[in-house]
């Protein structure tokens, strides 16, 4: 879930992943397995090579990758937490997935060189747009998730002022 909190010297980007989300997400990729243990019962009743058994067999692997890939994502998911405070000077950048530990990062306001906008489009819905922070040292990351443009760039102009 994505959120952005203002507050007098601080605004603060999230986007979490709860834990009820990553066991539903495993569980889900949990299902197309069946699909793969169904269709290899059928391959051992069969003593001949057959198309339809070369089908069951593509069509098993693919459930099997499916399922594979729900699971990364409900492991592999990040969620993370980008916090401008106007008062230290500071960007902390904190992250974490299913399986690490939390991980943060803290650069003063000094070391970022750039920060700029980031449109993403998709092919089955409106584009998004995340603002991008660039490091003098190298490196970036992005936060914010915005459906406007407008949105995106009110944040921007707020964090420029800021820096």
């Known amino acids: ?4 909190t203002e507050s007098g010297e601080l ?5 979490h992943i709860s834990p009820l989300v990553r066991v539903l997400i495993f569980v889900f990729g949990l299902l197309p397995l069946y699909a ?7 391959l051992s009743r069969w003593n001949s090579f057959l198309v339809f058994l070369l ?8 459930a099997t990758v499916v399922s594979f890939l729900f699971m990364a994502v409900a492991f592999l998911g990040i969620s993370s937490t980008v916090r401008f405070d106007s008062k230290s000077r500071t960007v902390t950048y904190s992250w974490q997935t299913g399986v690490t530990g939390l991980r943060v990062s803290q650069h003063l306001f000094e070391e970022i060189e750039r920060l700029g906008i980031e449109t ?23 936060f914010g998730k915005f459906d406007a443009r407008a949105a995106a760039e ?9 820096i």
């Open 154 to 162: 009110r944040y921007l102009e707020k964090l420029e002022k800021m």
């Open 36 to 42: 793969s243990y169904d269709l290899l019962l059928l």
């Open 1 to 4: 879930m994505d959120s952005t």
């Open 55 to 62: 089908w069951a067999m593509v069509i098993s692997l693919g």
């Open 11 to 15: 605004i603060e980007f999230s986007d």
């Open 120 to 142: 993403h489009e998709w092919t089955d819905g409106p584009s998004t747009h995340s603002i991008v922070a660039e490091l003098k040292a190298g490196g970036s990351f992005e």
